[in-house]
């Protein structure tokens, strides 16, 4: 049998593969992805998430966040994102443009029922995130379901790049029913 990285299949199965790992695995490198935005004023911005679902046959992912965070701001001016990954032991960059769409209150519901006290804390500080305070402990964390939002990233296209002996990169687009395309590296 062929190895994974020598078919556009293989690729694109394990893109899925490696972010469905970062959802259940600690430890996996997929489990803490960059995402980045447009901020309202055009720049580009970039920061560490937690990746907490994966669904390959939607081709959908989510990533958990605070309402009054700034990437909120961002998103609702532009909704989109892009998410990157580094799988260093597979060799594999792995890159994801989405559209965005924020999800609240009743939608949610059910993903903050099964998140533990110790990570409700994250949704519900005061001041809000990124507001300047006295000194470094000046807030408060009281976890607040209002506060919690669920980005849910609709995948449109995804650039893989694999570093192995040879190099290979293949794009793969929503469009197109993820057929892929081999890309020079
Ligand atoms: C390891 C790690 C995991 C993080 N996970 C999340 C996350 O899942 N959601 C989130 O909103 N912020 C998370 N953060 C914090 C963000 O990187 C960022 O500092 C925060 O969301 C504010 O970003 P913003 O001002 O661009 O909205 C994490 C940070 C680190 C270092």
Redesign the pocket.
């Known amino acids: 049998m062929s190895d994974w990285f020598t078919t556009l299949d293989g690729l694109h199965a394990q893109v899925w593969q490696r972010l469905g790992r970062g959802v259940a695995d600690r430890r996996s490198p997929s489990r803490?992805p960059t995402l980045a935005t447009v901020s309202p004023d055009d720049w580009p911005?970039a920061?560490?998430?937690?990746l907490r679902r994966a669904v390959p046959t939607d081709a959908v992912v989510e990533?958990?966040?605070?309402t009054q965070?700034?990437?909120i701001a961002s998103l609702t001016a532009t909704p989109r994102a892009a998410l990157h990954v580094w799988e260093a032991t597979q060799h594999l960059q792995i890159r994801l443009l989405a559209d965005v769409t924020l999800l609240q209150g009743d939608d949610v519901s059910d993903r903050w029922a099964t998140l533990p006290e110790v990570g409700r804390l994250?949704y519900g500080i005061t001041p809000a995130?990124?507001q300047p305070i006295a000194d470094a402990l000046s807030y408060a964390k009281t976890p607040d379901p209002r506060r919690f939002c669920v980005l849910r990233l609709t995948v449109q296209h995804i650039d893989v790049v694999h570093l192995g002996d040879d190099h290979r990169r293949a794009g793969f687009d929503r469009a197109d029913g993820w057929a892929g395309r081999w890309l020079s590296p």
């Open positions: 803490q911005e920061r560490t998430v937690v990533v958990y966040t605070d965070s700034d990437k994250s995130p990124g």
